[in-house]
C-alpha cells in the first residue's frame, strides 16, 4: 500500500516534482506559500493551509523550498510539521539548504520521534520535469530504504551518501563544481567570440573532447540565444555557494575559486540580474571584456 505523501513548496523545482507523484499514484497533500500553486497542482489532492496539517495527514512529508531559514521555519517553526508530534511521520528535505542545519533538525526531530532526511538534488528545472534528478541523500539507512520509492519517481540517481547532513554536503560539493563549470565555458565562450570563432562551433568542439561536460549540453540553448529565462536562478546559486563556503570554513578548507565566483554572482545580483539563469555568468565576463577593450583603446 503506498504511504499518504506531503509536499510543502511548489516553485518551479517543487511543482514538478509533486506532480510525478501524483503521476505514479501517491496520494497527495498539498502546501505552498502562494496557495494558488498548490491549487494549481492539486489533480485531486488535498490543499491545506500549513504545514502542520500536512503532517497531520500524511506519513512521508516532503519539503523544496528556497533556502535554510525557510526549511526551519516550515519544518520546526510556529505550525511547522513537527508540531504535528506524528511519531511515525518522514519528513525528507529536499532543499538545497546547510549542513549544519540538516543535523541540528534531524537532532531536534528524534526529540519529537520523527524520522528526517536530507535529500537536495541535483539537474535543475528539466530534470525535475522529467523525473531525471540526482538525489543524494543523508540519514538514516532504513528511512532511506522507506523514501527510496518516492525518490525514484521523482529521480534517476538516487543515493545514499551518509548520515545527516552528509546529502547536504554533497549538494555543496555539486553546486560549487556547477558555479566553477558555468565560469570556465563563460571565459572560454567570450574568448573564442572575441578571436572570431562561431559559438556554436566553440561548444561543438569543447563537448567532443576532454572539456566536454553537462552544463553546456543543458545551458548550450541560453548561453548561446542570451535568453536568460532562469531554470536555476543566479540568487539561488549565490546562496548554495554561501552555504559551501560556511561548510569550508566549518571543516577547514580552502575554497578560493569557489570565493571568486560568489563574488561574480553577487555582481550580477547588484546589477539587478539576480532573477536570471545561472549561465548568465556570460554576460558578466562580456561586460568585462568590454571594459578592457575599452582601455585599450578597441571598439
Known amino acids: 500500500m503506498l504511504e499518504r505523501v506531503g509536499f510543502v513548496g511548489l516553485g518551479g523545482m517543487g ?8 503521476e505514479a499514484g501517491y496520494e497527495m497533500v498539498l ?62 528535505d529536499m532543499s538545497t539548504s546547510s549542513p549544519t542545519l540538516a543535523r541540528e533538525l534531524t537532532r531536534r526531530a528524534r526529540e519529537v520521534g520523527v524520522s528526517m532526511l536530507d535529500a537536495p538534488v541535483s539537474g535543475g528545472d528539466v530534470g525535475a520535469q522529467e523525473g ?34 552528509a546529502g547536504q554536503v554533497v549538494k555543496a560539493c555539486n553546486q560549487i563544481v556547477v558555479a ?32 566536454g561536460n553537462k552544463v553546456m549540453e543543458v545551458k548550450r540553448e541560453k548561453l548561446l540565444s542570451g535568453n536568460f529565462e532562469p531554470g536555476g536562478k ?14 569550508g570554513r566549518e571543516y577547514g578548507v580552502s575554497l578560493p575559486a569557489t570565493a571568486i565566483v560568489d563574488q561574480m554572482f553577487g555582481a550580477l545580483v547588484a546589477q539587478g540580474r539576480g532573477d536570471w539563469d545561472h549561465s548568465a555568468l556570460v554576460t ?4 568585462w571584456s568590454r571594459q578592457v577593450a575599452h582601455g585599450q583603446g578597441r571598439e
Do not use: W
Open 15 to 22: 511543482g514538478p516534482m509533486a506532480s510525478n507523484l501524483m
Open 284 to 287: 558578466l565576463v562580456e561586460d
Open 234 to 247: 543566479v540568487e539561488y546559486h549565490r546562496k548554495d555557494l554561501g552555504i559551501a563556503l560556511s561548510a
Open 132 to 165: 531525471t534528478l540526482s538525489i543524494m541523500v543523508g540519514g538514516e539507512e532504513a528511512d532511506f530504504e522507506r523514501a527510496k520509492p518516492l525518490f525514484e519517481a521523482m529521480g534517476k540517481t538516487v543515493t545514499h551518501v551518509g548520515p545527516a547532513g
Open 31 to 92: 502546501h505552498n506559500r502562494t496557495r494558488e500553486k498548490a491549487e494549481k497542482r492539486a489533480a485531486g489532492g488535498e490543499v491545506v493551509d500549513t504545514p502542520r496539517e500536512v503532517a497531520e495527514r500524511c506519513d512521508v512529508v516532503i519539503t523544496m523550498l528556497p533556502g535554510p531559514s525557510e526549511v526551519e521555519m516550515v519544518v520546526s517553526g510556529e505550525g511547522g510539521l513537527f508540531e504535528a508530534m506524528r511519531r511515525d511521520l518522514l519528513v525528507a
Open 180 to 211: 566553477l563549470v558555468i565560469e570556465a565555458v563563460s571565459e572560454a565562450l567570450v574568448l573564442g567570440s572575441r578571436g572570431g570563432v562561431v559559438p556554436e562551433k566553440i561548444l561543438d568542439i569543447l563537448g567532443g573532447g576532454l572539456a
